[in-house]
């Protein structure tokens, strides 16, 4: 691939590619040439940007199949999972942890995946089918917890399952009236967290509730609002759930270099 090419809109800097590289697998060594790391990166990325289908990926990248099924196999090693993972290894850097979900209108060619292959968290509510985002980010914009459910299902559904896959202690969780039942409450009490979470208008009983602190929670929407600004986000193409999740892992990475 031409220098020029590395330097299209959808690709990423000298500079991106300077702290990417050393995180992705390491290329063949043996048998035929594999795929170079740093192309089938681009080649993605240039997918997330786009919104495009597979078979528009431009020449340059390679053979789109090849690419795909690439995808495909650090989707199951977890690569941008891991990625991710790597830019926030140090908890002690964030105090916040800030709980919200947004829906992603569900394209029709997204329909069809085979049901031997489970579940693709793909809901039916008042705008259609839709799949829906449910999110831990710190105050830095960092994505430390992710879940995907169908449209139809209320945040307070899965908030416990989700918050379970963090370490809460000493940290204090921010999060809007759809979380303020109960048993959200005491979970995270019981994490030796703190809540910042305002009650319901008809809520019986009256929790302490720290409104200056709470401002802090416009960085989850300004989150959503940068991951979508990436096509592939704002509309679920994906059959695959799998497919969509690392998606979203890579967007999450994107902005944060």
């Given amino acids: 691939m031409s220098n020029s090419f590395y330097h299209e809109r959808y690709c990423l800097t000298k500079r991106q590619e300077e702290i990417i590289a050393p995180l992705l697998p390491e290329p063949k060594s043996t048998g035929r040439p594999g795929l170079d790391p740093l192309t089938v990166f681009n080649a993605i990325l240039w997918m997330l940007s786009s919104g495009a289908p597979w078979r528009d990926l431009p020449p340059q990248f390679g053979n789109w199949n090849s690419i795909y099924h690439k995808f495909r196999q650090w989707c199951a090693q977890k690569v941008f999972e891991n990625i991710l993972k790597a830019m926030v290894a140090d908890t002690d850097k964030y105090l916040l942890v800030q709980i919200d979900s947004t829906f992603c209108k569900v394209h029709q060619h997204a329909a069809g995946a085979r049901k031997i292959l489970g579940n693709q968290a793909i809901g039916v509510s008042r705008g259609g089918k839709n799949t829906k985002i449910h999110a831990l980010v710190t105050e830095n914009f960092q994505l430390i917890g992710l879940l995907l459910t169908g449209g139809h299902i209320h945040d307070s559904e899965c908030a416990t399952e989700l918050l379970s896959k963090v370490n809460l202690e000493g940290k204090t969780v921010l999060g809007d009236k759809a979380f303020c039942s109960a048993h959200i409450r005491d979970f995270i009490q019981a994490q030796k967290a703190k809540v910042c979470i305002p009650d319901k208008v008809n809520s019986v009983i ?12 416009n960085v989850v929407e300004r989150f959503f609002l940068r991951i979508k600004n990436y096509r592939h986000i704002a509309t679920r193409y994906d059959k695959l ?13 994107m902005i944060q270099i």
């Fill in 206 to 217: 009256r929790h302490p509730f720290d409104r200056e602190l709470y401002k802090a929670r």
């Fill in 241 to 253: 759930l799998s497919c969509f999740e690392n998606f979203i892992f890579l967007a999450s990475i």
